[in-house]
């Protein structure tokens, strides 16, 4: 609409401009005109008057003047002919040209009767007489036309100025008109706009506040497009909640927020499960209220504590609502924005009390159970030695199988002991150099005799290597890898200890030729009391910790152990140790 207006007003504008030049060209040529009709009447009246002196007393001079002033006038009157017919000046001209002929007239029976000498001194004063009434006449003209040469100027003037006020007035009604417009238009379409807007504004509130929205905007803009994409949004969030509560709802952990003063401002029913505690009976309550008294220390419950509290996890333990206690692990995330604690809470009391159970064991196993072991065998070594006597070929035999059992079951305990040792982090290492040539020939001996019993030999890679780490520990994975690939070993086969070093790492690897391991083995062989066959515990021997404990003292030594197998080709266990160039004397 503005642009349509502005097109029209333009398009008037420029008309009123060009026909405004039209009248001032026309005012231009009218004037010009008015000039000449009053400069041939001046003309005629010099010409008449000058035929008085050519009549009286003709002379050289008197018919030079009357001859110039009678050519002058006569071109005037020709080119009067040419002027256009404009309704100002068609009555001056026509005026004029009725004045001409009288005064040509005149002036022909003058210049006739002259010429053929025929004009007498009576005749000549009459011609005269004629000639002075003429003047006169064509001097009234002359002041008639200058008259209305007078009024036509005030009237183009008039008009000018009318038509002047009415384009001025035309611009000032255009101008004013355009302003209202746009401020009308401005009005109208902010109106319009900030109340859309406003509805698109409040949408967003009410999807925070989980609202229904208000009806949809109408029309075919960007206001439009933003509104239906804030509903495909408020329908993806509304979706997203339900999940979110779906999960909360039945979530088997309790999962709670809490506010920087240390209540919880939300929490989802498994508190009711677990802790005995209703939500409605949570929500608004101080955190530590429900924890037990050695373990208020453990989350954060003011401002101070949360900012300088890390995300993370910890434990503590909570009263329920039955005055009983659970052990509970805390997986904390912090929102600086919110000043609050998100946190998952996972019931780990059955793990713990499995903790507190296997360390009842352990000591039952350490104390209770080795150390009788221990004394059988000492008692069953001096009867083997015949210290009570000589005892009969079968009982020795009976005493030989027993010695061998309680050996046995004494290895077993101390590699139930020594895996709980590295579980629970306690293993002490002693780090020193170390040559691995040295290494090597002693694990090679540890296990000589029990390769000859199955018929195995074993070849031992020569090194200069030195490396840093704990030789006991390490000795033992050796040999225990050693004792592996003998046992798996067909008779007559050979099993290798090798070492190859690279730039800050050493490898040492044991390889035998037995009957390999799977595939699916190759990770899970390494975990506790797994084996390939479940009859190997009973024909090979073994606990089934052994693979275990060297993983778990390789790990501490900082390197990593691993199994290269095809089965039925045999097997190579490696692994690998940080071995770091020693630093240069400066």
């Not at 206690?325 to 009391?349: A, G, N, P």
Request: glycine share 6%; with cysteine; proline share 3%.
């Amino acid at each position: 609409m503005p642009v349509l207006f502005e097109i029209i007003f333009v398009t008037i504008l420029f008309l009123l401009v060009v026909q405004s030049q039209y009248q001032a060209l026309q005012r231009a040529h009218i004037m010009s005109n008015f000039q000449d009709i009053a400069t041939a009447a001046s003309d005629g009246y010099l010409a008449v008057f000058s035929s008085i002196s050519y009549a009286t007393l003709p002379s050289q001079q008197s018919v030079e003047d009357y001859r110039h002033a009678r050519g002058v006038y006569t071109q005037h009157i020709r080119a009067i002919q040419n002027i256009s017919s404009h309704p100002l000046t068609i009555k001056s001209v026509q005026a004029l040209t009725e004045g001409s002929k009288k005064a040509l007239a005149l002036l022909d029976d003058i210049e006739f009767k002259v010429q053929n000498n025929d004009l007498a001194i009576y005749e000549g004063f009459q011609y005269s007489r004629r000639a002075m009434l003429l003047a006169k006449e064509l001097k009234a003209q002359l002041t008639g036309f200058r008259q209305e040469y007078q009024n036509a100027l005030i009237e183009s003037d008039e008009e000018a100025a009318r038509f002047q006020a009415l384009l001025q007035n035309y611009v000032i009604a255009g101008i004013t008109l355009s302003i209202v417009m746009a401020f009308g238009l401005c009005f109208y379409f902010s109106k319009s706009i900030v109340h859309r807007l406003q509805v698109v504004k409040d949408n967003t509130m009410r999807i925070a506040a989980e609202a229904p929205l208000n009806k949809p905007i109408s029309g075919r803009d960007e206001i439009t497009d933003l509104d239906k994409a804030i509903r495909g949004m408020n329908s993806i969030i509304a979706e997203t909640r339900r999940n979110e509560r779906a999960v909360l709802e039945n979530a088997s952990d309790i999962i709670c927020t809490i506010d920087s003063t240390g209540r919880f401002s939300s929490i989802n029913p498994a508190s009711l499960t677990i802790w005995g505690y209703p939500t409605d009976d949570l929500r608004g309550r101080r955190c530590i209220d429900v924890l037990a008294e050695d373990s208020k220390n453990t989350l954060p419950t003011n401002k101070e504590t949360m900012a300088a509290h890390p995300n993370g996890s910890f434990e503590n333990r909570v009263i329920t609502r039955d005055g009983s206690y659970r052990d509970m692990l805390w997986s904390v995330q912090k929102s600086d924005d919110e000043q609050s604690l998100f946190c998952v809470v996972h019931d780990i009391t059955e793990r713990k009390e499995a903790e507190r159970f296997k360390q009842q064991l352990t000591a039952v196993v350490s104390h209770d159970l080795r150390t009788p072991l221990t004394s059988m065998q000492g008692a069953l070594t001096l009867l083997t030695m015949g210290a009570l006597g000589e005892l009969p070929e079968q009982a020795a035999k009976k005493v030989k199988i027993l010695d061998a059992e309680i050996v046995r079951l004494i290895a077993i305990t101390n590699d139930l002991l020594e895996m709980e040792s590295l579980t629970a982090g306690k293993l002490e290492l002693y780090m020193r150099e170390t040559e691995v040539a040295d290494l090597f020939e002693r694990c090679k001996d540890s296990v000589e005799t029990f390769a000859e019993q199955h018929g195995v030999k074993i070849k031992v890679a020569s090194t200069d290597v030195v490396i840093v780490t704990d030789a006991d520990r390490l000795a033992r994975v050796v040999i225990n890898l050693l004792g592996n690939a003998i046992k798996f070993s067909p008779p007559g086969e050979t099993v290798s200890l090798d070492i190859t070093t690279s730039p800050g790492q050493v490898e040492i690897s044991v390889s035998d030729r037995g009957r390999g391991i799977p595939d699916e083995f190759h990770e899970s062989i390494f975990e506790r009391f797994k084996q390939v066959e479940e009859s190997d515990s009973k024909e090979k021997g073994g606990s089934g910790l052994g693979l275990a404990i060297c993983k778990s003292i390789i790990e501490q030594l900082g390197g990593t152990i691993g199994v290269e197998s095809t089965f039925g080709k045999g097997s190579r266990f490696w692994f690998k140790l940080p071995n770091p160039e020693p630093s240069q004397p400066a």
